[in-house]
């Protein structure tokens, strides 16, 4: 089986403008849930998402939003982007909610 | 809220080498699951190992086995034989077996970055 993948790898921006970054499962799983890394702050909790319901949510401004869509692939956006968004932002699937969750080789962001 | 800490910031072992990772963690539930994930240059998450607090019984790997200490809320990794493949970032973290809605995310500790030295 195929595993996590993640696009774009890299981006760069500028602050102010939004972002979208996407995360397609290892077929068959159905809950996709986003982290950030960061050297300051280390891995922090996003979102996760399961059968197009966000089901849980960690401490991040609205500017961070989600979604997932019917065949289990999921996206997030950023908006009014900060320095302080650049991050490695890392996406994981598992089968079900509470499962092994698998992670994919992640999105850089820099913002600029 | 569950707190993992890693208080080995960096670490070091010769190639054949045996290396123990340290990580505590704390939590009032009884039930819940311990991760080791491997982080290496390439930046990829890499589950190493897992194990359920209801089982006494420590988790094996290969040569990644863990001493899960309960009462002491203490999980390590020892990486036996260690090879040059194993030079990464290490994270432990910590979830919740509750099914509760909010209760299935990952809490990671903040990271040991192994060298193998050959």
């Known amino acids: 089986k195929a595993g996590v993948t993640q696009t774009p790898r890299y981006l760069i921006k500028t602050r102010g403008q939004q972002v979208t970054l996407s995360c397609s499962p290892i077929s068959g799983h159905r809950s996709v849930s986003w982290y950030q890394q960061t050297p300051g702050q280390g891995l922090q909790f996003l979102f996760e998402?399961?059968?197009?319901?966000?089901?849980n949510k960690g401490n991040f401004p609205g500017r961070f939003s989600g979604r997932q869509f019917s065949n289990s692939r999921s996206e997030m956006n950023v908006s009014t982007l900060e320095l302080g968004d650049s991050a490695l932002y890392l996406c994981?699937?598992?089968?079900?909610?509470?499962?092994?969750?698998?992670f994919g080789p992640g999105t850089r962001l820099t913002v600029t | 809220a569950q707190t993992v800490t890693q208080s080995q910031p960096e670490m070091s072992v010769q190639e054949a080498e045996t290396v123990t990772l340290s990580c505590t963690y704390d939590t009032s539930e009884s039930d819940y699951y311990l991760f080791w994930y491997k982080q290496p240059p390439s930046r990829q998450m890499i589950l190493v190992i897992r194990q359920e607090a209801y089982k006494q019984q420590n988790a094996t790997e290969n040569r990644f086995s863990v001493n899960f200490q309960k009462a002491a809320k203490s999980f390590s990794l020892k990486i036996s034989d260690s090879q040059l493949g194993d030079a990464a970032m290490y994270f432990c973290a910590y979830r919740s077996s509750s099914d509760q809605t909010g209760a299935n995310n990952l809490f990671f500790g903040t990271g040991t970055r192994l060298t193998v030295i050959p």
């Open positions: 998402y399961f059968s197009e319901t966000q089901r």
């Open positions: 994981a699937s598992s089968l079900v909610s509470g499962y092994e969750q698998y």
